[in-house]
């Protein structure tokens, strides 16, 4: 089995920035897509970020320019960084993982928990 682990969530005002970090472990291979998404109340899990094992990102229109992915191969780490938080941001935040048990199995999507992201204005 794999886990993935959120932490870095919290409360902050509009206009300050946070750090989010998700640590993937188990019966890991390989990692291809590496990406957060978040959920606020009464709306749909949307994609924040994500990054594949090659650097390639991804940025919804709405975090581009504020957020930054970065990611540790080594570590089977992922980061978000957001800055210039606005209220509009307040969601929970999953990490997600494309995860190779072996080398010959097929990739399966993981989730973390979740870690709450509440911004104030």
């Known amino acids: 089995q794999v886990q993935l682990v959120e932490s870095g969530g919290g409360l902050v005002q509009a206009g300050g920035s946070l750090t989010l970090s998700c640590s993937a472990s188990g019966s890991i291979f390989s990692i291809n897509a590496m990406g957060w998404y978040r959920q606020a109340p009464k709306k749909q899990r949307e994609l924040v970020a994500a990054t594949t094992s090659g650097g390639s990102t991804n940025y919804a229109d709405s975090v581009k320019g504020r957020f930054t992915i970065s990611r540790d191969n080594a570590k089977n780490m992922v980061y978000l960084q957001l800055n210039s938080l606005k209220t509009e941001d307040t969601a929970v935040y999953y990490c997600?993982?494309?995860?190779?048990?072996?080398?010959?199995?097929?990739?399966?999507?993981?989730w973390g928990q979740g870690t709450q992201v509440t911004v104030s204005s």
């Open positions: 997600n993982a494309r995860v190779q048990w072996r080398r010959d199995s097929p990739f399966y999507n993981y």
